[in-house]
């Protein structure tokens, strides 16, 4: 009886087993041939796609590309405007070139001025008459603005002032004096020096022509001379030096 007991108990668990082993393995093979099953139909898992619906309200707003745009243009004046910046403005190459120029002049101007100081030197007392200096003490040669000061420009001295008049201008002698230089001087053009005095002359530069000859004397306010641009210049005017023992010395303080 004992025995028939243990026989039952034995044969329940090897039936409890056996059912357990064959479900592990029923489900091992269903897993299996899932597997054999996608593998032999060729088909991959695929990724979940980006929803392309805008994100909602409480979402970091996207970035956006702004062109830039002339004012006045339009979307397509941009690549011409990136350009034209690449380009140097033509007014700043043009402002180059005259600056250029200018200092050219100087240079002939400065060169000019050792051979008048030279002729000065050696001409004597041509006319040697009472002038009154310092306020009052020169008459202007002629009426116009004062376009360019007495003083140093780039390094240079610009050793007398630039008075703006049309061509034709008649130029007058700033006070009594003989005409110790009368002729082409190099950067100064048609030029003409008036001795005042041992120590005083003035000159005149870029005539277009002369109205006194070398040795003349001429009163104050007596033509000498007509306005224009012969020479190193810029333009229809009066360059006017003053000097004083053989140096070029700022006009301002005779008139």
């Not at 479900?23 to 054999?36: M, R």
């Not at 980006?50 to 590309?65: E, M």
């Not at 200092?103 to 000065?120: F, T």
Request: charged share 20%; glycine share 12%.
């Amino acid at each position: 009886m004992l025995l028939g007991a243990f026989a039952l108990v034995a044969l329940v668990v090897v039936v409890a087993l056996a059912t357990g082993s064959f479900g592990s393995s029923s489900s091992s093979s269903t897993k299996q041939s899932t597997s054999e099953e996608i593998r032999l139909d060729g088909s991959q898992p695929t990724r979940p796609r980006r929803s392309s619906q805008p994100r909602p309200a409480g979402d970091a707003p996207q970035p956006k590309v702004v062109k830039v745009t002339r004012p006045g243009g339009n979307a397509d004046d941009a690549q011409a405007a990136a350009e034209d910046e690449e380009e140097p403005p033509a007014r700043v190459l043009k402002d180059n070139a005259e600056l250029r120029r200018q200092l050219s002049d100087l240079k002939a101007l400065e060169a000019a001025r050792r051979r008048v100081a030279r002729q000065l030197a050696s001409l004597g007392a041509i006319y040697d008459g009472p002038v009154r200096l310092g306020a009052g003490g020169l008459a202007w040669p002629l009426s116009g603005p004062v376009v360019s000061p007495f003083g140093q420009r780039w390094g240079r001295l610009h050793a007398g002032i630039d008075i703006a008049a049309r061509a034709g201008t008649v130029i007058h002698a700033a006070a009594d004096g003989g005409v110790a230089i009368r002729g082409p001087v190099g950067g100064y053009g048609n030029y003409v020096c008036v001795q005042h005095n041992r120590r005083l002359t003035t000159c005149y530069a870029h005539l277009s022509r002369f109205l006194v000859e070398r040795g003349d004397v001429v009163r104050q306010g007596e033509p000498i001379g007509l306005v224009g641009c012969t020479g190193r210049c810029f333009g229809d005017h009066l360059h006017f030096e003053t000097w004083v023992g053989g140096r070029p010395t700022d006009p301002a303080p005779f008139f």
